[in-house]
C-alpha cells in the first residue's frame, strides 16, 4: 500500500470550546512541490506545532511523510481549534493521503491524543467531552490515548478504540507496517513504545466529602438546621462567627448531606472535570456532588476560568453541582468574589477570550464561612474585640452588597460554650440527615417535573410570584420587609424559595405563615450585612 497514488486523506477530530465539543474535518492534501507543511483552519499555536510532531513521530516509527507540498485543512475554518489532541487526527489524514492505508478507511473515524516525536501517543484533556460529541454526531467510532480509555468508555454508545503508537493506528486502519516491525498485538512493541503509566493528580482535584460526619458538630443547633435547610434546597449559605466555632467544620460535611447525582448530570460534571484535567476514570462517573475550597489568595482566573487562548474551568466549574467553600471569604479579593454572581444567578460562567468565548456549568452550592472582624472576636458572650467599628465596617464590606443579596441563608454561628461541650448530647448524625434531606429533594423533583427546575434554589421568581403564589395572609410579614426597603425583589424571591424547602423538611405541601417567618429570619441575622 506504500506505492499508492497520493492525494487527500480526511479523518475526524474534535475541537472543545469551554466544556463543548465540535466536530472537526480533517483534510490533508500531499502534492508536488517543493517540501512543505502548512496547517490552516484557525488552529492555535500549540495546534500548529503539531506539524513538526506529527512529522518526527512518523518518521521515527518508519513510516515518514513524503517529501512534497502538504497542506492539512481543519473544517469548519471559523471554529477557533486549540491544543495537542488534533495530532492523531493529523497524522491519521496524513497516512490516508500519503497511500499508507486506504483512502476511505479514516474519514469515519473521530481520532483525538497528542504524539511524542517517537510515536508514542499521550494522553490529553477534554477526551470525555470530546467522545460524547463524536457520539451525539453520529460517529461513535473513537480512537483514544491508550492512557485516556477508561475515560472514554464512560460514554454509553461510543466504539473506543485505545491506541499506545501511531503504528497502533497504521495497523487499525489496514496499513501495513515498516520492514522489521509488527504490531504490540503480535508481540512486538513498536519503537520507543512503553507501557503508559497512570497520570499523577495534579493541583485542583476535586474532592467528594472531605471526612468526618455531622455528629462531630458540638452544639451550633441553629446552624446546623441552616445546613441543612441548605442541602434540602440547594441554597446559598454565609456562616458568620469567630474563629474555631465550627464554621469549617459545618461546610466541609455538607456534601456528604446532599443527594447522588443522576446519570445526566454525572456525565455533565466528569465532563468538567476531563476538561480540567482532574478526572480519575479509576472510578467512573462522578456520582458524588463535588467540593472545591480553594484558598483566600486564589486569583479571579483560578476561581472563575479563564487563561491564555480559550478558557479553561476555574473552582466554581469544577464545583458543577457540589459544594463550592469560600473559607475567611472576608480575605479574598473583592473582585474575584464578585465574578461569582454571573453563576449565582445563572448556573453557568461564560469567559470571553480572543480566541472566542467559551460557558462552563457552574450550578453549584456556595457556602461563605467569615469571622465578623479582622481580630474575629466581636461576635460571642465574653469575647473582647479590638478592632474600632470602622475597621469592622470596612473588613465585612469587602462581600459586596450584590453579593450577599444572592446568599438566601445567612446566619451567625456563636462560639461553643463549656455548658454545650459537657451536656453529653448526641446530636444527629449525617445519615439522619441526609435522609430527610433526600425525602425534601424528592418532594421538589414532584412539584418540579415538566419544569427545568429539580430543586428550590434553582426556582425563578417568577414561577414563585405567579403559578406558585402563596396567599397574602402566608407573606404578609415577608411583604411588610419589602415595603420597608429591608429586601430586594432578589432577596424576597430567596426568601419563598428558602420557605418552600422548610415546608418540604416539614412534609408539608405548601409553606405556611411560620415557614415564611423562620425563612425570613435565616436570611437577616444580628451581625450580618444586611
Not at 356 to 377: D, K
Not at 497 to 520: E, M
Amino acid at each position: 500500500m506504500g506505492s499508492a497514488e497520493m492525494g487527500v486523506g480526511r479523518s475526524l477530530g474534535v475541537a472543545l470550546i469551554g466544556v463543548h465539543g465540535h466536530l472537526v474535518e480533517v483534510e490533508a492534501d500531499v502534492a508536488s512541490g517543493l517540501p512543505a507543511f502548512t496547517l490552516v483552519g484557525l488552529p492555535d499555536t500549540s495546534l500548529v506545532e503539531s506539524r513538526d510532531r506529527v512529522r518526527a513521530a512518523s518518521a521515527n516509527s518508519g513510516c515518514p511523510l513524503p517529501p512534497r507540498r502538504i497542506t492539512v485543512n481543519l473544517s469548519p475554518a471559523a471554529l477557533p481549534k486549540a491544543g495537542t489532541g488534533f495530532d492523531l487526527a493529523v497524522a491519521a489524514a496524513l497516512l490516508a493521503a500519503a497511500g499508507r492505508v486506504e483512502p476511505g478507511s479514516t474519514q469515519d473515524w473521530v481520532h483525538v491524543g497528542e504524539l511524542g516525536l517517537d510515536g508514542r501517543v499521550r494522553r490529553v484533556r477534554g477526551v470525555l467531552p470530546s467522545v460524547m460529541a463524536a457520539v451525539r454526531a453520529g460517529f461513535p467510532r473513537v480512537v483514544v490515548p491508550a492512557e485516556n480509555a477508561g475515560e472514554a468508555r464512560l460514554v454509553p454508545g461510543a466504539e473506543i478504540r485505545p491506541v499506545g503508537h501511531l503504528l497502533d493506528v497504521l495497523g487499525l486502519h489496514g496499513g501495513e507496517m515498516p520492514d522489521g516491525v509488527v504490531t504490540p498485538e503480535d508481540g512486538t512493541e513498536p519503537p520507543g513504545w512503553r507501557a503508559p503509566r497512570a497520570p499523577a493528580d495534579g493541583p485542583g482535584t476535586s474532592r467528594i466529602l472531605p471526612g468526618g460526619d455531622l455528629a462531630d458538630v458540638v452544639g451550633q443547633r441553629e446552624a446546623r438546621r441552616a445546613v441543612e435547610v441548605a442541602a434540602a434546597g440547594g441554597h446559598h449559605l454565609l456562616l458568620l462567627g469567630p474563629p474555631g466555632a465550627g464554621k469549617t467544620m459545618l461546610a466541609a460535611r455538607l456534601p456528604g448531606l446532599l443527594p447522588d447525582l443522576d446519570d445526566a448530570q454525572a456525565l455533565e460534571v466528569s465532563a468538567v472535570h476531563s476538561v480540567a484535567g482532574t478526572l480519575d476514570p479509576s472510578t467512573g462517573l462522578l456520582r458524588r456532588p463535588p467540593f472545591e475550597d480553594p484558598h483566600h489568595t486564589t486569583t479571579i482566573t483560578a476561581l472563575a476560568g479563564g487563561g491564555n487562548g480559550l478558557p479553561r474551568p476555574g473552582a466554581a466549574s469544577r464545583a458543577h453541582r457540589g459544594v463550592l467553600f469560600l473559607d475567611e471569604a472576608a480575605e479574598f479579593h473583592p473582585r474575584a468574589l464578585d465574578a461569582l454572581r454571573q453563576p449565582l444567578e445563572q448556573g453557568e460562567l461564560v469567559i470571553h477570550r480572543a480566541l472566542g468565548s467559551a460557558r462552563f456549568p457552574a450550578r453549584f452550592l456556595l457556602v461563605l464561612a467569615a469571622n465578623p472582624c479582622p481580630c474575629g472576636r466581636s461576635v460571642g458572650k465574653g469575647l473582647e474585640c479590638t478592632c474600632s467599628p470602622t475597621v469592622r465596617r470596612r473588613y465585612l464590606a469587602r462581600l459586596s452588597g450584590p453579593l450577599l443579596d444572592r446568599i438566601d441563608l445567612q446566619v451567625q454561628v456563636l462560639a461553643v460554650s463549656r455548658a454545650e461541650m459537657a451536656s453529653g448530647h448526641v446530636p444527629e448524625d449525617t445519615a439522619a440527615v441526609a435522609a430527610r434531606v433526600a425525602s425534601a429533594r424528592a418532594a421538589q423533583r414532584e412539584r418540579l417535573c415538566g419544569t427545568p427546575w429539580t430543586c428550590n434554589g434553582e426556582v425563578p421568581g417568577s414561577w414563585l410570584r405567579g403559578s406558585a403564589r402563596l396567599p397574602s395572609p402566608v407573606t404578609r410579614d415577608l411583604d411588610r420587609a419589602l415595603d420597608r426597603h429591608q429586601l430586594t425583589v432578589r432577596g424576597y424571591d430567596r426568601v419563598l424559595r428558602v420557605s418552600w424547602s422548610l415546608a418540604d423538611l416539614a412534609g408539608r405541601s405548601r409553606p405556611d405563615r411560620d415557614d415564611v417567618g423562620r425563612a425570613l429570619l435565616l436570611r437577616s441575622r444580628q451581625g450580618v450585612p444586611a
